[in-house]
């Protein structure tokens, strides 16, 4: 069973923190993908990797980095939290770029206080 | 650029059908998705549909596309409550719709 694993479902973090959020994928998926879901704007995508070591910006990248050190696993880093960065995060892979089937995590709810 | 569009909420009673409808820009999707997202969880892909095709019928679940128009529908015959969700059309792996929220009403 195909699977992408995010590492926590809830996290509460203090404004200002330093902020990692972890993805596995055990699929060996080429792509990962970081996006964040807020009521009424659907899905927004932050950053994407397409390998190892390599990023592209995604729609809304300010405020956030990322780190793909390893091919199943792409991490998403909050440099200092913000409450406007409280959202639902979700990360997602595909085997290839443009129109294949994403899998995705059980999403991460980070509140920011 | 490339855009999905999608209405953000349908209401229906339980046994009826629910139509969610999606438009999209880019033509050169090899396929095109309808995603289900339950409370709580991530998305699962639901169905999806090959550019070359009108219709695809999968169970309770129809998928039309007019390809002129850009247009994608998902209908789900005789709606039950375990269909209340949101549904998100997506073009790639990567451009989605905003979602469309599901209600049942019993």
């Known amino acids: 069973d195909v699977k992408v694993t995010q590492s926590s479902r809830y996290l509460v973090k203090r404004t200002g923190e330093k902020v990692f959020l972890e993805c596995v994928q055990d699929m060996d998926h080429e792509n990962m993908f970081w996006y964040r879901q807020d009521p009424g704007l659907g899905l927004r995508l932050i950053y994407f990797?397409?390998?190892?070591?390599?990023?592209e910006k995604g729609d809304i990248p300010e405020g956030y980095s990322v780190s793909r050190e390893k091919k199943e696993r792409f991490s998403l880093i909050l440099e200092s939290a913000s409450t406007n960065q409280t959202s639902m995060y979700l990360c997602a892979s595909s085997l290839l770029t443009g129109s294949t089937e994403a899998f995705f995590g059980q999403g991460t709810r980070l509140t920011v206080v | 650029g490339e855009d999905v569009e999608q209405s953000l909420f349908l209401s229906v009673r339980e046994g009826d059908s629910s139509v969610i409808n999606c438009t999209y820009t880019?033509?050169?999707?090899?396929?095109l998705y309808w995603y289900k997202q339950e409370p709580g969880a991530g998305l699962q892909l639901l169905t999806y549909?090959?550019?070359?095709?009108d219709m695809k019928q999968d169970q309770r679940l129809t998928v039309l596309l007019n390809k002129k128009d850009k247009h994608l529908s998902l209908r789900i015959a005789d709606t039950q409550t375990g269909d209340s969700a949101i549904y998100f059309c997506a073009e790639t792996s990567q451009i989605f719709g905003q979602g469309t929220t599901l209600q049942v009403k019993p």
């Open positions: 880019d033509s050169s999707s090899t396929y």
């Open positions: 549909i090959f550019s070359n095709m």
């Open positions: 990797s397409y390998d190892v070591k390599m990023k």
